[in-house]
């Protein structure tokens, strides 16, 4: 059959406005769902941080929740009632009195469990970290003297030194003695251990200070500096390899960094763990400083190979 | 009780670096090792084979298992290169990781959750047809296992994880001389790894079947 042909002219209006007011302006986006690839992974830890750290300032806490996926995160937790949803909505909507309303939002049960919730898994996942690393410490390693370890260090570093002369090529042998050790230590670090790979690099770096550097050195390091998701610092307040150890003057003044092994481990294991990265030591106490600090910046990561395809 | 028929060994850039196999009928390892012996009388992997001339090899019972591959620098005959490569193992390896590699692809997506990275969070465990199951176990650095069974066996997850953690790991990765090169795949060549690998297999396939 044939119908017979009728146009319906319908006027859009479409356009931008002169002056955007746009609701949702956090200046601090949340991370995009659906991104696991880009690594930008929405987490408990991530929507803590945002949250709980702008609880004691209204007009922040108003700005933060100002985002279209953090929204759409949080009430995919399930832990808000339909009073707290209708009140965000309204923090949201109402720019000019978001103040106020952000605070009416803090004062009610609902959000108050939530933030309570936040506060509590966040935490939770670096306890078990800490505990995985004190368990792996106890039961899963074969423990070798500490000064033995120590000591055939030291000796190691002498001997670069007296090989090598100059302090930088001495760092570079010890950042690859580093790596050539990293790239093995995170297949051993599996083994003994019932860890899976990490979501993001925050959840990385716990895992390497909490339990790499606790099996292995029996010391933890604080993660701390962070800067751009993507770049932290290692600070380590008693390097066993320091001990009985003490740097001299020509050493210091050319610039020897004498755990620099440690810069190498991190960045072969990282490797292995498909993540590009650059570690370098900023600060030594052997040198001086207050304490020992390691920074790490993950360049890129790595992916999987592909098999080569057949011509 | 649990057959177990080979094993593959994967590293992370794509390529096989060890194989052994306990009961395989056609064998491309024993028809290159009929093939050689029958000109000289050459040292293959520091194996001499003796007498067994029937096709199929079941190796339990006392002879060691043949290994794959091997580098010109493990024979005791000058041999040129050429002749050492094994085409039709090199292309089995080839396709056994191009199944297992789409497999674990597709089942990432289907659960939504594939990442550039790899990795196995879709859980890809086992495939079976009529005649065998293939199991695997993907480290979370990127190592495979490939196990191939009689249908019955239901899991060897647990085996897996054991040859990973406690075999490949200690001999493997914890040996100073087994070069790990991000550019270039070694291959296992490593007495030890091989002889524990065997007693724990023969073990495996001896005891009672484990309940699942």
Redesign the interface.
Known sequence: PAFPIEYLLVTLTHGFPLEPHPAFRATEPFAVE?R??LHNVQTLGALKRQIVGALDNSERLALVLADFHLLVYMFGLNLLGAEEVAMIGRVVSEPMEAAQRAEELMAMSGWQTLVLMLREAADTMAKQYKTIGDEAWKNSVEKVNAELFIFTYGSLVVQLLRDHEDCTAVNQQLDKLGY?IG??L???M???TS???CSDIRATADVIAKIGFRMFLNTTPTVSLWTSDNEFSLLVEDNPLNDFCELPPRALGDGLWYSNVLCGVVRGAL????MQARVWFVRDVLRGDDTTEIRVRVER????????A?E | MVVVNNLYIFD???ECIFYTEWNRTNSPLAAEAEAGRGSKDLVRGNQVLTGDTSSSRSSLDGQRPLVWPTTSTSTTHRVSAESLRNVVMEEEA?LV??VV?STRNIINKLN????????NPGGFTSFATNTYRLHYYE?????KFILNTDVGTTSMQPVLEMI???I???YV??NPLFR?D?KVSTPIENDYFRAVLNNYIREISSAAMPAS
């Open positions: 659906n696991e690839h050539n790239v093995r995170a297949d051993d599996f083994a003994r860890l899976d790979r490797e292995m763990m498909h990561m790595l992916d999987e190979e592909v098999p080569a057949d | 992370r850039h794509c080839k990781y191009g590699y939504s959750k594939d990442s550039s990275q790899g990795g480290a979370p650095t990127g190592v990973y953690r406690n490949y790991v200690e990765m914890k790990i991000p």
